[in-house]
């Protein structure tokens, strides 16, 4: 099973408002990501997180505020975010301490900001 | 700056034929190399991982790689029009820092 699953699939957002991004996996994978992709762009890394703590932080703005409660669950908390944040926000996850780190992806949250 | 390049097509087969897609990589460290499909709208989704020098074949697809020319490929045998997709190459030089390409978009004609 290489699932990850993502909630919600589309969220619509005002400039003020606070939400929250939902990814779990049950793989047993220690290593989740936060990307961020454009449209008819390569997916960017946002944060990555192994044994539930920040490896990775991209020098993304602050109104992102990933956390990792435990091993299955990663989320990423939105606060005050601008219309240019609007993009589709992927999760993965990868089973740490192999050299090649694949990565499996969720099928993403499509948020807009308007 | 490490870089992964690939064609952004779109790159144009008919049925049946043999798509071949390539990508470039500027980090002679890197270890792990990956193919992912995107269809429009959708999440990438794994198709395969080499990361010895060769060919490796799944089915109808097979990567190609050549570490000394810094150069991956991905050949889709009898193509069909479900494997009409952005292709993104993605490179991983170690830890958890995988590089995408811009991906290609592949049409395939019935």
């Known amino acids: 099973d290489t699932e990850v699953t993502q909630t919600p699939k589309h969220l619509v957002m005002g400039m003020t408002n606070k939400k929250s991004l939902k990814c779990e996996q049950h793989?047993?994978?220690?290593?989740m990501y936060w990307y961020k992709q454009k449209a008819k762009k390569p997916p960017e890394l946002m944060f990555v997180?192994?044994?539930?703590?920040?490896?990775i932080n991209e020098s993304v703005p602050s109104r992102f505020s990933p956390e990792c409660p435990n091993s299955s669950l990663l989320n990423l908390h939105l606060h005050a975010l601008q219309p240019e944040d609007s993009a589709l926000y992927l999760c993965a996850s990868s089973q740490e301490g192999t050299p090649q780190e694949t990565q499996y992806f969720g099928p993403g949250t499509r948020l807009l900001v308007l | 700056q490490k870089e992964v390049e690939q064609n952004s097509g779109p790159l144009s087969v008919p049925e049946g034929a043999i798509a071949s897609l390539n990508c470039t990589y500027s980090d002679r460290g890197s270890q792990s190399f990956f193919w992912y499909r995107q269809y429009s709208g959708k999440s990438p989704e794994l198709i395969m991982f080499?990361?010895?020098?060769g060919d490796k074949e799944d089915g109808r697809f097979t990567a190609q790689l050549n570490k000394a020319s810094q150069y991956v490929s991905l050949l889709i045998r009898d193509s069909q029009p479900s494997d009409s997709a952005t292709y993104l190459c993605?490179?991983?030089?170690?830890?958890?820092?995988?590089?995408f390409g811009a991906g290609t978009r592949l049409f395939v004609k019935a």
């Open positions: 997180y192994s044994y539930e703590k920040l490896s």
């Open positions: 080499i990361y010895s020098n």
């Open positions: 793989m047993g994978h220690r290593a």
């Open positions: 993605a490179v991983n030089a170690g830890g958890f820092k995988t590089i």
